[in-house]
């Protein structure tokens, strides 16, 4: 299965999911729970049945750290969701590996099994309760509400983070600097990133303002370029540049990006998107919704001079027309 065969166009402020779950030991009694999880589809590129002999190897970097598989050409390392979960998994004949691709990095994640495939609105997509955010391993980044049961979404991204800490090294700023004062509006629904992109920028000499998720960002423009213009201004005075993650509840960033660009006034303002998201296969989403850039999580350090290159070739053509 792969999941670039089944994606939606970008701007509907939809995605698809893959549904899969963790057989639980037996509880007691013959009583047997079904713990089901999901990732968005774009994420996935196949799944295959997990070989026999994967077990947590000596001297991991983490117990949920199964080795090595190999998949026709590629070896790559295989994580044990219920372990980085703490869920005592069934053992079970019949297993599968979900082999992924997050900021170029493939891995397979073994999981007991697949139910279907769903699509599902951003809106559907709820903020994890506070037991859930304040767990040890917290990796859920929202719930939805399918059928009977509830659907925890995994963030694969903080998994692979916490297995390989050397990565944050990656994500610090490159040295660009604005050569004055500008604004940037960043929008991401992760409080990790958005410090880590705030630190970045007001390192560049940027303003910055957060939001947490695309309609929050997007009812913060319209009030922006409502008050400008009361104002007899343009919201080029207010803001420079936008920066925008894709996966958020609410709105994803494709709508987002749209939807500015279908704005007489917002139109004005460059659009980077910045997430795991963005690959060669899938670039053309954000081409179709008009993004200005796009710069993928491994490209971090990029991300404050792109900002400033947007915001040149931007203001030369407003000094231009």
């Known amino acids: 299965m792969s999941g670039n065969d089944i994606l939606l166009d970008a701007g509907t402020n939809e995605f698809e999911i893959i549904e899969f779950?963790?057989?639980?030991?037996?509880?007691?009694?013959?009583?047997?729970?079904?713990?089901?999880?999901?990732?968005?589809?774009?994420?996935?590129?196949?799944?295959?049945?997990?070989?026999?002999?994967?077990?947590?190897?000596?001297?991991?970097?983490?117990?949920?750290?199964?080795?090595?598989?190999?998949?026709?050409?590629?070896?790559?390392p295989v994580i044990d969701l219920s372990v980085w979960l703490d869920i005592e998994r069934k053992e079970s004949e019949f297993q599968l590996i979900i082999v992924t691709?997050?900021?170029?990095?493939?891995?397979?994640?073994?999981?007991?099994?697949?139910?279907?495939?769903?699509?599902?609105?951003?809106?559907?997509?709820?903020t994890p309760n506070k037991y859930?955010?304040?767990?040890?391993?917290?990796?859920?980044?929202g719930t939805i509400?399918?059928?009977?049961?509830?659907?925890?979404?995994i963030?694969?991204?903080?998994i692979l983070g916490e297995l390989d800490p050397g990565m944050a090294e990656?994500?610090?700023?490159?040295?660009?600097?604005?050569?004055?004062?500008?604004?940037?509006?960043?929008?991401?629904?992760s409080a990790s990133v958005r410090a880590l992109l705030n630190k970045n920028f007001e390192a560049a000499n940027f303003d910055v303002q957060l939001f947490t998720n695309g309609l929050e960002a997007w009812e913060g423009l319209l009030a922006m370029r409502d008050k400008a213009k009361e104002g007899g201004k343009s919201i080029t005075d207010m803001v420079d540049v936008i920066v925008s993650d894709i996966e958020m509840p609410q709105m994803d960033g494709y709508t987002l990006t749209r939807q500015i660009k279908e704005d007489a006034e917002l139109s004005k303002l460059p659009v980077i998107l910045f997430s795991s998201l963005i690959t060669k296969g899938l670039y053309h989403k954000g081409e179709k919704v008009k993004a200005d850039d796009q710069v993928t999580k491994p490209e971090f350090g990029a991300l404050t001079g792109r900002a400033i290159t947007q915001i040149e070739?931007?203001?030369?053509?407003?000094?231009?027309a």
């Open 101 to 126: 691709e997050i900021n170029s990095v493939v891995t397979g994640f073994l999981v007991s099994g697949v139910t279907q495939i769903h699509r599902i609105g951003w809106t559907d997509l709820k």
């Open 170 to 189: 990656n994500l610090e700023g490159g040295g660009a600097l604005a050569p004055e004062k500008w604004s940037a509006l960043i929008v991401d629904d």
């Open 132 to 141: 859930i955010a304040d767990m040890d391993t917290n990796c859920i980044t």
């Open 313 to 320: 070739k931007y203001k030369a053509k407003r000094a231009e």
């Open 21 to 76: 779950f963790i057989d639980e030991a037996d509880a007691g009694a013959g009583v047997q729970n079904k713990d089901y999880f999901g990732i968005n589809v774009a994420k996935v590129l196949e799944v295959v049945e997990a070989p026999k002999g994967l077990h947590s190897a000596e001297g991991a970097p983490h117990p949920s750290y199964l080795g090595t598989m190999s998949l026709r050409d590629m070896i790559l």
């Open 155 to 158: 963030d694969l991204e903080r």
């Open 145 to 153: 509400s399918i059928k009977d049961r509830f659907v925890l979404m």
